[in-house]
Structure formats: structure tokens, C-alpha cells
């Protein structure tokens, strides 16, 4: 699709955020574009595959119901200009607006945006063990993107560990596209996960359907021969070339080709820190864009949604997704503030039920059971440079900042610029009781070519 050179609203992601944003806009602005890094629409959580491909029965059942039904109506919607296949590299206030850098890997354009919405979603977070950075070791959202998108497996016998529910799901996926799950190995003890559950009856009792499909999704792989274990860690991961094996704290060694690590996620700041807008540090690193209640950022003309703002899942991004488009009607004037309320009113009451729902996971997949444990001082940190977590815990016991880590170590310097690595400094950092701000954001948040930027 053609780009215009000016729009009156840039959105930045096109998951369930940034349709939703969209949606509750209803149309009423005309110049509005989508960005997003994948060729079409859907996020990481509706991952479709690529036109040319045909994939029979894709992500069939409940679960993804109500979020297709919201990806078939932005689809259908006129007046939005899908940028797919396209990275920001920038975003920098100009006049009353913001400048917008975007990349499609060929050649860099320079769009001009009088609001932005930033949602681009979250990662996983990566956790380093010895072995993680042979070839077949992934993390759980990247099997899942193969097996979503094209039905593929990234091995023919995989092996699961971590601390988040999302591995009983993952596994699950395998399964269907064909493949092996060697073993599924919970770090926490089930009578943890059993306590935290206890302590919130409530949201138990409220999303008490979304919990039983967990259960019966546990006894299905039982069933099939999975062997699922709690309170085992993994501790490395084995082989030459490539995986052969992944070894757990209880000496168990589960044969495979593939590993996939799920400790959890952490938010896409990269635009928001380069913007300047406040940011809050999260219990495992990552950073957390600052909101008022009808999501506006820290600078005005910004507006943030999703895991923008909190790793918390699709339900919670889609409410704030909405409030943000309604923001941006109100904000405009194409709404009164009557108006904005009596339809804000579902999308926070979605969004608060969303949010106690994402609390309670996050007690039970807390990964501080792994992440206490120390590895070996050889074991990669930072993947890009190869910097072992010995060099690192060396700068750490003589520098204050995490730049300054950065600068002895080139520890965050590679092509992620610190995405992988730098909730794992600050984690070090933290453990000695510093207090670290992060690595200071750069231009550009993305890899780029010299010539495209020049041109």
C-alpha cells in the first residue's frame, strides 16, 4: 500500500491494541495508519499465516474467537492505511506533531503524525542457562509463531521449561502440528502455584472457565504421554552443534532436538524510551509506559495501549485499545465527554476483570525460583557479544550505571541492543542493590543499513 506523508493518527502495532484503537474510532478521523512488522494484522496472539499459505482449521476453538471476530472487522474497515512488513525506527516530536522513521528493509520513509499510539506488544523474557545459546534452543512465543502461522514445528521432539502457564497451551499447539513434547518441566512446586491460587478465590471464581481449560489442556497432554513436572528447573542444555538433550535440577535429562523457555514477558519500550516518556522499571526489568486512566502518555498527542503498558494479556490490550481510540475522539473533539464515558464504561470494567486475571498468573509463574539460582560464571549473558555473566558480574562490582557495564563489557552494544540482555544486567545490578535507570535509548530502535538512512 502507498504511504501518505501526513496522517492525523499513526498506530503503531496491529494487535489487538492497535485494532481496537481503531474500532472505537469508528471511522471518524481520515487519515490513519497501522504499522506493524508482520506482513498482516494480529499480533503475536493471532499470528496469520502468509497469504500465500493455507492453513486448515487456523487457531480453531474459543479461545481465539472473540479476537478473530475483532481482526475480521478491522480488516473490513475503509480509511486505514495498513503499513505491514514495516519497522519504526524513531519517533521525535516536530512542531505540534511527531515525526515517524519506518523501515520495510529496502528503504526508510519519514511520515509526519499529528497523534501516535504506541502498542506494540512484549517479548519474552530471555533466561540464560548454560547451553541456551546452542541452535534449536528458542523461546516458547517463537514455536509459537511457527505453529500458529505456517503449522510447523521447529523440531521434531521439543522440550519445555519455565515458570508461565503458557508452556501447557504451547505444548499443546506441538502436538496438534504434528509434533513431540518431550517433557514439560514447571520450576515452581504445584502446591505454589496451588497457594497463589488460593489466595485470590474471587479471580478464580470470575475466570474460573479459563482455568478449567488449563486443567483439562494438562490431562490431555498427560494423556498423550507427556510427562509434565513440577518444581524442576531446568539446569542446561545439552549437545555439540545443536540440542540433544535439556537436563533438569532433579538429574532427569529429557532427549530432544528443540527446547522452548517460557519465564515470562516483558513490553516492546524501545519507542517509548526514545521518546522521552516516563517509564516505570518492572520487578524483572523492563520497562512499563506511564498511563493516565484513558491511556495518554507522559507528552501530549501520545497514547499508549497493551503490553505497551504491562505485560497482561490480549483481553486487557483490546479494553485499552479502546480507551485510547476513544481518547483520541475526545481529544479531537469528535466526541463529547459524555460520550467518551458511557462507552469507556465496558472497556474498563473488560480491562479491570483482565487485569486481576494477569495478576494471578503473574503470582503463579513467578520465576524468581529459577532466576535465584546462580549459573556458572561462563554461562552467555548477552548472546549479541558473547559477554558471560563472570565478565558482567565483574563490571557490575566496580561501575554504578549500566552504560558504564555497557561500555567495559559491550554488554547490550550487539544487533538487539539490550532487548535480550538488559533486564539481565539490571537483575545483576539490583542484587547488589543499585539502583540502575537502564541503558540510555538510542537512534535507531531497530537494526538498519547505513545506505537506506543516507538515501
Known sequence: MNMREDYDLIVIGGGPAGQAACLALQGRLARVAVIDEQSRPGGQILRQPPRAFTVSNWLAGGTYRKLKAQLRAFEAMGGVDWLGGRSVLDVRAEGDGWRVLVSDGAQVASLRTRRVLIAAGCYDMTTPLPGWTLPGVMSAGAVQAFVKSQRLTPGRRIALAGSHPLQLLVA????????????????????????????????????????????????????????????????????EEQVQALRLASGAQIDCDAVALCFG????????????LNVLQGRFGGWTAVHDPWMRGSRPGVYVAGETTGVKGAEAAGAEGALAGLAIALDEGLITSVEAERRARGPRRRRGRAMRFAELLDAIADPSVFLSQAQPADTILCRCEDVTQGAVDAAVATVETPNAVKLSTRCGMGPCQGRNCEHLLLQRMNSVEKAPQGFR???????????????
Not at 514477558?265 to 522521552?276: E, K, N
Open 441 to 455: 535509548a538510542r537512534f535507531p530502535a531497530r537494526p538498519v543499513r547505513i545506505g537506506d538512512l543516507t538515501a
Open 172 to 239: 499443546e499447539q506441538i502436538i496438534e502440528a504434528g509434533g513431540e513434547v518431550g517433557a514439560l518441566a514447571f520450576a515452581q512446586s504445584l502446591q505454589s502455584a496451588l497457594v497463589q491460587a488460593a489466595r485470590r478465590p474471587m479471580t478464580v471464581l470470575a475466570h474460573a472457565p479459563q482455568l478449567l481449560k488449563v486443567l483439562l489442556g494438562g490431562l490431555r497432554l498427560a494423556a498423550s504421554g507427556c510427562r509434565i513436572r513440577f518444581g524442576d528447573r531446568p539446569v542446561e542444555v545439552v549437545g
Open 265 to 276: 514477558f516483558l513490553p516492546q519500550s524501545d519507542l517509548v524510551r526514545g521518546m522521552g
